[in-house]
């Protein structure tokens, strides 16, 4: 049996709705969890109740906590023997919040209503938490068959020991405790635990001191682990989402609404405000001269502890503008003076021109809206404190991350200390907009006047089209005069600005890679014209360059070379902006808006997101000894991608860092990855950057924005899960803080009724496979576009982003997938064996019902959809207790992570073309034949019985087709002069009848169907 409890502090209450008609209420809670239900005092005449008592509940599978919520009741005692206390409210907490002892804290939970026409008000304290001590009882759980209310002598008891644990029986009742339990309430105490051991054992009277564990000896020992499963889509408890109840700019965060502080909210509302002192150096003037040759390469460091940033330096000047901002985090602060030291760039050794010198306290706090800080001239001192020559221009003060400095500023927090990576700009914080992206639809006619080095042979005529990187062609076309017919459309992506080219080239197949081209045409993409519908494009006749031509209008050389028989291409050119061009997996799209900005809708809602921090992350690298991370986060919405500032060398970064999103579509999909620079081991070799490394993935959270409920507040740690080449394995857990808010309800609620994708997916749909080819296409663009932004996101970045992989073969997804299709047929299935059993009469009380059921259905057919529908609104009002108290998040049972085999993960890891050895690959492909086959089977199977229903009339078996047809005559005649209702009912009782009416051999339809002819004997 596990040692595992669930220990529950009932503390307060505050501001309760006054039910005893004076004003005021007796209020007691009454706790349910896992069968058991605990009850604390009643406190009389007292709106702001204290309790301070503790109950510890037995959880009797562990594996089964998340699906477990604890229910706390509080309700208004009402004296007498059949009076029923009133509801005063009550909180429900779900097993995924639940968490040790060390982490527990009390919260203030808003009281809910237990019914529609309630009227509630207050809020309950509680501390919630679990435990595994082994020497902690649960406390004795009440009658289940008692009542409500609360006997007087219970009540009375409660009140006069509020600090010792109340046994309300005698011995002589506490011997049959078949009719009677055992009431016992833990409320808090100072006393020590070893004296309350002692005191324990040697009691033996009817008052017993309560067992106190302090704060300490719980922190001491090990949690154990647990697991929590829900179902068939459950995973470990360490893999599940978390709620908290961080302190955010806005104030304290309990069940997703926010507690107001006393203070007035930030801008920055849903991150926890960090403090900075702000340094920004402008500019110098009249600095002296270090040099002999009377010249000066002046650069400022500012120094605060171990901690330094340095300017670039100038070279030959005495007035120097740097405007450079510098920001040390208040919580690295090792140091109550700051310098601002002017140094001299020299070969050897740099020198030392002038410092200012600041006193923290007297540094003033500035707080957004204000104005920004006007900086002010001071003099540089030397090493005595005595006034140099020359002025150094500062603005100091202290703000938070709301600064309009703290983007661009350099972060004490994001690198190292002394002789680190000081003004490095691959470490702040940025918003990228990936680029406008613009199918290009190129309709190759047809080509006239072809000219033919060997006139003696048809030439096999294709066009090749290219835009940047891209390459497509038409198929080959054999030529029996000079022209060439194909109407055939090339799809490509192109993005804003339009600075490539469309080139077509007609070449003519001569052999097996062997190919001679006839002719090109350079076109430029701003010169096509734009459609934002389907509308016609009017067609242009090219003239043909000569093939090692490179203008992008033919020259007039040629022009007077081939003007009466110039080679010409038919095209039909358009830029089709009518279609949202997919750089993402359809599942998760986080856009689905068409190209052109005409057609764009207004926004539906804003979403927030708030990046927290991360914990317990697993470390990348080794410095100095000792693992760590350099780490970022990257969240990607629309075309927004923002990037967090780098922490350095920390496994519990702290970013807290807010942004906000236009919300266009609700069934889209909001990434937040988490990743390890390695920016931060670059080496400059011969003036050029040299990093052999990527930046490595921690993990990435997905929240679809549709699960979301408007105006709430989501709280969660999320845990970063990443599948290895040996499993999956748990990186951290990232802390977010997200909103979602409705600006528009009528505009989102219709569009549900909305086509997902553009209108010209529908009206002109693209194969997949041309989906598949202009997603890569895609992602290749925004991918180099984000690369050459400062500071720059990676193509691993943006490619683990947007799932760019995820197409590719996998053992793994396949098998997920397959159980996840059987996972939605389960109610079919169980729906199946319940209607079998029904038949097989193994309820005869059910299957009786069922037949009166079905008989009044028969008989009134009109009742059955409103009885459908009906149902269903039910099951529907059902759920809604049950319903998800956070969005989802990646799980390993559904995704087969956590029982996959280590050959199937290698497979997911190899490069394509593959580069695994010949045995490895030959044991692959068998597998691969094997699963195969298996397909294959299941697709034959089907087709049979298709085609034996098509042998019906087809009278290839004619014996068959005579009785069928025969069949069909009395059928149809049968059907005719009987009512419908009649043969329903009939044919109901005759599949539910009894089964000593029922033969173990197959029924004569099936055995008929099952001998009609089908075509697998005419397969090789």
């Known amino acids: 049996m596990t040692n595992l409890k669930l220990g529950v502090e009932v503390v307060s209450a505050h501001n309760l709705m006054p039910k005893d008609g004076q004003g005021s209420s007796s209020s007691y809670v009454e706790l349910h969890f896992d069968h058991q239900k605990f009850r604390t005092t009643v406190k009389e005449k007292d709106l702001d109740p204290v309790w301070n008592e503790t109950f510890y509940f037995n959880i009797s599978d562990p594996n089964n906590l998340s699906n477990l919520t604890l229910d706390a009741h509080v309700y208004n005692y009402v004296k007498g023997p059949q009076s029923k206390p009133s509801s005063l409210g009550k909180v429900t907490i779900t097993g995924t919040s639940f968490v040790p002892y060390s982490d527990a804290v009390v919260f203030h939970y808003p009281l809910e209503k237990r019914g529609i026409f309630s009227r509630v008000r207050g809020e309950l304290g509680l501390k919630v938490f679990i435990t595994d001590d082994p020497s902690i009882r649960s406390s004795n759980p009440l009658p289940t068959m008692e009542s409500s209310g609360l006997p007087n002598s219970y009540s009375t008891q409660a009140q006069t020991l509020p ?42 009277s009817m008052m017993r001191e309560p067992i106190n564990y302090g704060v300490d000896e719980m922190r ?26 961080p302190y955010l700019g806005g104030g304290r965060v309990v069940g997703g609404r926010v507690i107001r502080a006393d203070k007035p909210a930030s801008t920055y509302d849903l991150v926890e405000q960090m403090h900075f002192l702000f340094v920004r150096v402008v500019k110098a003037r009249d600095l002296p001269t270090m040099d002999a040759t009377g010249s000066l390469d002046p650069y400022v460091e500012v ?43 020299d070969l050897i050794k740099d020198d030392f021109v002038g410092f200012v010198r600041f006193d923290l306290n007297d540094i003033p706090t500035r707080v957004p809206p204000d104005s920004p800080l006007a900086p002010e001239w001071y003099r540089l001192e030397d090493n005595k404190g005595e006034k140099r020559r020359g002025e150094l221009m500062l603005a100091v003060w202290i703000g938070t991350q709301a600064d309009e400095a703290f983007p661009d500023a350099w972060h004490s927090d994001a690198v190292s200390p002394i002789d680190g990576l000081a003004g490095s700009t691959h470490i702040r914080s940025k918003v990228y907009h ?34 940047g990187n891209q390459a497509l062609k038409t198929k080959p076309v054999q030529s029996r005069t000079s022209s060439a017919f194909w109407n055939e459309d090339l799809m490509f992506v192109t993005a804003e600005p339009f600075d490539e080219h469309l080139v077509l080239t007609v070449e003519d197949r001569m052999g097996h890679n062997k190919d001679e081209s006839l002719g090109k045409v350079i076109i430029p993409l701003n010169s096509i014209e734009k459609r934002a519908d389907d509308r016609v494009v009017f067609s242009h006749w090219y003239n043909l360059q000569k093939p090692y031509s490179d203008d992008v209008e033919p020259s007039k050389k040629d022009h007077d070379r081939h003007d009466r028989f110039a080679t010409r291409l038919h095209l039909r050119l358009c830029l089709d902006g009518g279609y949202h061009v997919l750089d993402e997996s359809t599942q998760y799209s986080s856009d689905l808006r068409p190209t052109a900005k005409q057609l764009w809708k207004s926004s539906v809602g804003i979403l927030e997101l708030g990046i927290l921090n991360a914990d317990a992350l697993h470390p990348m690298k080794t410095r100095d000894g000792k693992g760590t991370s350099d780490t970022y986060c990257v969240a990607k919405y629309g075309q927004k991608w923002v990037r967090t500032r780098t922490i350095i060398d920390s496994l519990n970064p702290k970013y807290n860092e807010q942004y906000t999103w236009e919300v266009f579509d609700t069934a889209t999909v909001l990434t937040v990855g988490v990743f390890d620079s390695n920016h931060t081991s670059e080496k400059v070799v011969n003036g050029h950057t040299v990093n052999g490394h990527r930046d490595m993935k ?49 505009n989102m609620m219709y569009l549900y009724s909305k ?28 991918a180099a576009r984000l690369g050459r932004a400062e500071p720059p996101l990676r193509r691993e970045v943006v490619e683990y982003m947007t799932d760019a992989h995820s197409h590719l073969w996998s053992m793994r997804r396949s098998k997920a997938n397959f159980f996840r299709l ?35 259905l028969v008989c009134f057919p009109e009742l059955i959809l409103p009885t459908v529908f009906l149902y269903m609104f039910l099951i529907g009002l059902w759920n809604y207790r049950y319903r998800p108290k956070y969005p989802p998040h990646m799980n390993t049972r559904i995704s087969y992570a956590d029982a996959v ?47 034996r229903i098509q042998a019906l009339l087809s009278w290839r078996d004619p014996r068959a087709t005579t009785i069928f047809v025969l069949f069909c005559l009395v059928a149809a005649t049968v059907l005719y002069a009987t009512p419908f209702q009649v043969l329903a009912a009939a044919a109901g009782f005759y599949m539910m009848r009894h089964p000593r009416f029922r033969h173990k051999l197959p029924s004569a339809p099936l055995n008929f169907f099952r001998r009609l002819p089908a075509r697998t004997d005419s397969m090789l």
């Open 163 to 204: 600090n010792f644990i109340t046994n309300t029986f005698s011995k002589k009742k506490a011997e049959s405790r078949d009719t009677r339990h055992t009431f016992r309430h833990l409320p808090n105490s100072d006393r020590p635990p070893q004296q309350q051991q002692q005191h324990r054992q040697s009691s033996d």
């Open 220 to 245: 001491a020992r090990p949690q154990a682990p647990m697991r929590m499963y829900s179902g068939t889509s459950s995973q470990p408890l360490e893999y599940a989402v978390k709620e908290t109840s």
């Open 303 to 345: 120094r605060l502890g171990n901690y330094k940033g340095v300017t670039r330096h100038f070279v030959k000047t005495k007035n120097p503008e740097w405007n450079a901002v510098f920001a040390f985090s208040k919580e690295r602060m090792q140091s109550s003076v700051l310098e601002v030291v002017v140094k001299d760039k």
């Open 434 to 467: 990936s680029p406008r992206l613009w199918y290009v639809r190129v309709n190759v006619i047809e080509v006239q006047d072809l000219i033919l080095a060997d006139r003696n042979r048809f030439p096999d005529v294709y066009v090749k089209g290219v835009i």
């Open 698 to 746: 921690v993990g990435k959270v997905r929240i679809r924005i549709s699960t979301l409920e408007t105006g709430r507040v989501y709280t969660h740690s999320y845990p970063l899960l990443v599948i290895h080449p040996s499993g999956v394995k748990k990186m951290g857990e990232l802390h977010l803080a997200i909103r979602f808010s409705c600006t528009s309800m009528m």
């Open 755 to 782: 086509p997902l994708l553009p209108k010209m997916h529908y009206v002109r749909p693209l194969t997949i496979t041309q989906l598949e080819v202009l997603r890569h296409q895609a992602v290749n663009i925004v």
């Open 822 to 856: 059987m996972s939605v047929f389960n109610g079919l299935f169980a729906v199946a064996k319940w209607f079998g059993e029904v038949c097989m009469w193994k309820n005869p009380i059910t299957t009786v019902l069922v037949h009166v059921l079905y008989l009044m």
């Open 901 to 947: 085999n280590p050959d199937e993960l290698d497979e997911e890891f190899d490069t394509f073309p593959t580069s695994r050895g010949q045995d490895t690959i030959r044991m692959r492909y068998d597998r691969l034949r094997s699963v195969a086959g298996r397909i294959q089977t299941v697709v034959g199977d089907i087709a049979t019985q298709g085609e």
